[in-house]
């Protein structure tokens, strides 16, 4: 019966992070692009389960809702840091009466990417060090929780790599075009 119902709420939460991302960035790409974070958050925390050797259940699913919300908000993060980088340089380049080029565009992510670095560690390492102990644990309600745990545990180490490396190049690909006309015009 749980399992039924979670057939359609874990969908339903998708659907509703990601209307939640379009309404927050009003675009479909930039919410596309956060959202991006999801799928690899959900590879690490399905590869953690299979790992410790547990079935997929209700607190497991659990994990991974809480995983999919802690995974969007760092990709969100991650991009406002990335647009405010490339628009600083937008702004930067029309004060000298130039429009930015690709290089510029490079700029722009490295400079926004290497700025979110020591958050996103510090964010994973203080979630990582509360759910550790709880993966690892013994006694009452030990099992339950070790379930909800072991999603995020993985999923927070493979999110951390999507948002500093994946993300950063998608959005480049994603800017290339309008890069691409400023070096042309």
Known sequence: SARQRLMV???????????LLFSALNSARDALLV????????TGGIAALWLRGMPFSVPAAVGFIALSGVATETAVVMLMYLEHAWQEIVARRAGVGRKPGPADLYEAVVAGAVLRVRPKMMTV??????????????????EVMRRIAAPMVGGMVSAAVLTLLVIPAIYALVHEREAAGGAAG
């Open 125 to 142: 390492l203080a979630i990582l060090a509360g759910l550790l102990p709880i993966m690892w644990g013994h006694g009452t309600g030990a």
């Open 9 to 19: 709420v874990v969908p339903v939460c998708f659907f509703l992070i990601f209307l």
């Open 35 to 42: 959202f991006s974070a999801v799928p690899l958050a959900l």
